[in-house]
């Protein structure tokens, strides 16, 4: 998941001419919805906690995950049960989490030190009924 390499910087602040070693991911703006379901039951045969849920539920329909494989999936499921100790008041786990997720992608600035990007798609940009106000002006003169 982790690139290796500095972050990247806007162009008119580069000092090296080379070209950056990795590009950008764009991914289409939109949740994903083929995650693996979370277990009903934590190992230790608890339920997962209101706000566990709501965590897998999040991490789970990130745009990006649409590049996950079997192993990010897995490095996925053993991060929510450190989510769950954490939501459950082990507050030891505070910094295991946060490594996670930064490596997971789950932030805006961490997606950005990934190279990845959302990009709104095509279709989404035309909007049906809304006319160029260049062909309302043609439409005037004609």
Known sequence: MAIVGRKPKPEDQRRNPNP???????????????????PKTQATGHRWSAATKRWWRA??????CVLWDEADW?????TVI???AFHNGDLKQATELRQREK??????DSRRDLRIRYVVAAS?????GIKAIEDYRKALEG
């Open 82 to 84: 450190i989510a769950a």
């Open 59 to 64: 991490i789970s329909r990130m745009p990006h």
């Open 103 to 108: 490596v997971m992608g789950t932030t805006m």
């Open 124 to 128: 989404e940009t035309e909007q049906p």
């Open 20 to 38: 950056p070693r990795h590009d950008w991911v764009q991914i289409e703006n939109k949740c994903f919805e083929d995650a693996p379901p979370l």
């Open 74 to 78: 897995q490095f996925a499921l053993d």
